[in-house]
Nanobody, 124 residues
Framework: QLQLVESGGGLVQPGGSLRLSCAASGFTLDYYVIGWFRQAPGKEREGVSC????????VYDDSVKGRFTISRDNAKNTVYLQMNSLKPEDTAIYYC?????????????????WGQGTQVTVSS
């Protein structure tokens, strides 16, 4: 059974760091596109970052460029999102999702399987 499980969220002060994990089971991450999305209260879900299948090309939303890094550990079948210099506006539920094919997408509707989400709160 195909499953994605996020972990690593929590409460952090502005300027702090967190590393989110997205562990896959039932399929091999390397063959699929994995995206990180987030949804803040009262806002639409938005794409944060994405890593393409095979080549591992990465894409970032402008709001997180230079602060977030997406990576993939094929041996652990896990994708990570390293988040540095966190801001209060980064507060949201973060989801990872899987998309078939080779290329990243910013559209959540292109992703077919989703994790349950992990809460990230940036506050002093």
């Amino acid at each position: 059974q195909l499953q994605l499980v996020e972990s690593g969220g929590g409460l952090v002060q502005p300027g702090g760091s967190l590393r989110l994990s997205c562990a896959a089971s039932g399929f091999t991450l390397d063959y699929y596109v994995i995206g990180w999305f987030r949804q803040a209260p009262g806002k639409e879900r938005e794409g944060v970052s994405c890593i393409s299948s095979r080549s591992g090309s990465t894409v970032y939303d402008d709001s997180v460029k230079g602060r977030f890094t997406i990576s993939r550990d094929n041996a652990k079948n896990t994708v990570y999102l390293q988040m540095n210099s966190l801001k209060p506006e980064d507060t949201a539920i973060y989801y990872c999702a899987m998309k078939r094919g080779y290329y990243c997408s910013r559209e959540s509707t292109d992703f077919t399987s989703w994790g349950q989400g992990t809460q990230v709160t940036v506050s002093s």
